[in-house]
Nanobody
Framework: QVPLVESGGGLVQAGGSLRLSCAATGRTFVSAAMGWFRQAPGKEREFVAAITWSGGSTYYADSVKGRFTISRDNAKNTVYLQMNSPKPEDTAVYYC?????????????????WGQGTQVTVSS
């Protein structure tokens, strides 16, 4: 059983908008922070955004701050990434992940459950 399932990826024009969703199953959404990462071809996976269990605290990579918004709906076991004004350099496979604890972390090692990713392609 895949613990996390991302959806909403696709092709979007620069300056448009796109919303990614991540649905969690079972115990992968319990009292923990959630994060979004991305990985472009030939590059390492990089942190995008994170949100605490309550949703009261968020943290963003400088490259997306002011353009992307992370949110969550615990009743639906779902976390979202609203991407506004995307740029071609945002093109990547986007992954959601469940943190080991309910703290905001930017390192891959701080997360224990991962989805399979959804492709986002931003055209210029």
């Amino acid at each position: 059983q895949v613990p996390l399932v991302e959806s909403g990826g696709g092709l979007v024009q620069a300056g448009g908008s796109l919303r990614l969703s991540c649905a969690a199953t079972g115990r992968t959404f319990v009292s923990a922070a959630m994060g979004w990462f991305r990985q472009a071809p030939g590059k390492e996976r990089e942190f995008v955004a994170a949100i605490t269990w309550s949703g009261g605290s968020t943290y963003y990579a400088d490259s997306v701050k002011g353009r992307f918004t992370i949110s969550r709906d615990n009743a639906k076991n779902t976390v979202y990434l609203q991407m506004n004004s995307p740029k071609p350099e945002d093109t990547a496979v986007y992954y959601c992940a469940t943190a080991v604890r309910d703290i905001l972390v930017t390192e891959v090692a701080g997360y224990r459950y991962w989805g399979q990713g959804t492709q986002v392609t931003v055209s210029s």
